[in-house]
Structure formats: structure tokens, C-alpha cells
């Protein structure tokens, strides 16, 4: 078992959301969380750093210089043994447009951006955070971290218009196994939760959003409804720190499988 007990945990998206509820969860453990996120979700940001006894770091994970900002802030409160990448965005664009004009065609700089925050955002957070973690001291196991990665449904059941985001989510479920090959001898482990539909934020609230819940809800298998985002949160933390759970790609989705549209 890897002992996050008094260690330090970043999670990147860490304000709101997958990311809120696995700094909690996290924090439950003894972990020492810094909350990584962009500047505007700062006052969320730091009032659940007060709650859970962590700290927030500005955090845009296309800034290699913030991820490192945001490492280095971790050590300061204990030694760095744990990063959940949950920073991410989406997008719903068709690849080519109705009227056949080339302009209308998916927007290749749209493409680059989901890419860049998604799939090379999370890789810099890994590379840098698992260079700290290289540096601790091992434990009885050999152990000196542990890394979870957000991918998504999307990464294998993509829909209509989901091109640059099941492609960035793809990416992050292929470099899985080979990132936790390289980073064995260090005595990182690396896993990766694909999730399917989540209640969290990006739905918005009210009767409307209800609405669109359950009607998402319908086509699941069992549970008929959306996910928890304690059920991820729980998830993330057997990852870390279960010592026998590396380089896997875990589907958490109640059985969905997600039609074209």
C-alpha cells in the first residue's frame, strides 16, 4: 500500500467537479492537496484548499512553468507521492461542414487546443510531477508515487463531432502502459480511469438541466443515472494507493457503450 499520509497530492483541475471531489477524498487520507487550476476558479480554489487543509496553485497545464510552480508548492507541505491529471476541456465540432467550402471544415486550431490541454497538458504534469516523486525516498515496496490520468468514454466510444476530444482522451488511454514502463524503475505506477457520464458541473443546474440528465441517463445499463463524482474520486484513490494497480485503463461508466450520437 502506498501511505499518502501526510504526502503531498496534486490534482490538476482540482477546483471543481472529478477534481473537487478527488482533492477531498484525497484529503480524507491525510494527503496534503495542492489544488491546480486556472485563475479564474481561484476563490473556489482556494475556499476548498481552507476546507481540506490544502493549498491552491494557479495551474494552467499548458504553463510548464505553473505545473512546476505548482509541484514546487507541494513540496513545501510534504513529500510529493501522488498526481490525478483532471484538467480538461471538450468540444462538439463535425469534421467537415454542410456546404462543402473548405473554410467550414473542422477548426484545426480548435483540433490543437484539445489536444494541447488534454493530452500534452496531462504528459508535462506527469513528467514533471514523477521527476519530484523520483526523488523520494522508497518505501518498503520500492514505491515513491503514483499517477492517475482522466481519459474518458470518448477515448473508445466516440460520437458524432467528438473527433478532438475521443482523439486527446485516446491519446491519454495509449500512453498509459508505456509511461508506467518507463517510470517502473522509479517506483512510480501509472493508471488511467476512463469515465463515462458524470454529474458535475458542465450540465449547469436547474429544472432544464434535470431534464437533460435523465434523458442522457436513459440509455445507461445500471445505475440509470449519471456517476458521482465521489464514485471517481473513490476510484482514483485505490489507484494510488493500491500497490498492485499499474498500467491499467479502468472503464467507469455503468456499462455504457455510447451510441453515434
Not at 496534486?10 to 495542492?34: D, N, Q, R, Y
Not at 520500492?142 to 499517477?147: L, M, P, W
Amino acid at each position: 500500500m502506498l501511505d499518502i499520509n501526510g504526502a503531498s497530492a496534486l490534482v490538476t483541475g482540482g477546483a471543481s467537479g472529478l477534481g473537487e471531489a478527488t482533492a477531498k477524498a484525497l484529503a480524507e487520507k491525510g494527503a496534503k492537496v495542492v489544488i491546480c487550476d486556472l485563475d479564474r476558479q481561484a476563490e473556489a480554489g482556494e475556499a476548498l484548499a481552507k476546507e481540506i487543509g490544502g493549498v491552491f496553485a494557479p495551474t494552467d497545464v499548458t504553463d510548464t512553468d505553473q505545473i512546476i510552480a505548482a509541484i514546487e508548492a507541494g513540496k513545501e507541505l510534504g513529500p510529493v507521492k501522488a498526481l490525478v491529471n483532471c484538467a480538461g476541456i471538450g468540444w462538439a465540432t463535425r469534421t467537415i461542414g454542410r456546404d462543402g467550402e473548405y473554410s467550414s471544415a473542422h477548426d484545426l486550431e480548435i483540433f490543437r487546443k484539445v489536444i494541447e490541454i488534454n493530452l500534452i497538458g496531462s504528459f508535462d504534469a506527469i513528467r514533471l510531477a514523477a521527476t519530484a516523486m523520483s526523488q523520494n525516498e522508497p518505501n518498503e515496496s520500492g514505491e515513491r508515487g503514483a499517477i492517475v490520468n482522466t481519459a474518458s468514454v470518448a477515448a473508445f466510444d466516440g460520437q458524432i463531432g467528438q473527433a478532438s476530444y475521443s482523439a486527446s482522451k485516446g491519446g491519454v488511454v495509449g500512453m498509459t502502459l508505456p509511461v508506467a514502463r518507463d517510470l517502473s524503475a522509479s517506483g512510480i505506477r501509472v493508471n488511467t480511469i476512463a469515465p463515462g457520464l458524470f454529474d458535475t458541473p458542465i450540465y449547469g443546474t436547474g429544472e432544464a438541466s434535470e431534464q437533460f440528465k435523465e434523458k442522457l441517463a436513459a440509455n445507461l445499463l445500471f445505475p440509470k443515472r449519471l456517476g458521482f463524482s465521489s464514485e471517481f474520486a473513490s476510484l482514483a484513490v485505490e489507484m494510488i494507493t493500491n500497490s498492485y494497480f499499474n498500467a491499467e485503463t479502468v472503464r467507469l461508466d455503468a456499462g455504457t457503450r455510447m451510441q453515434p450520437k
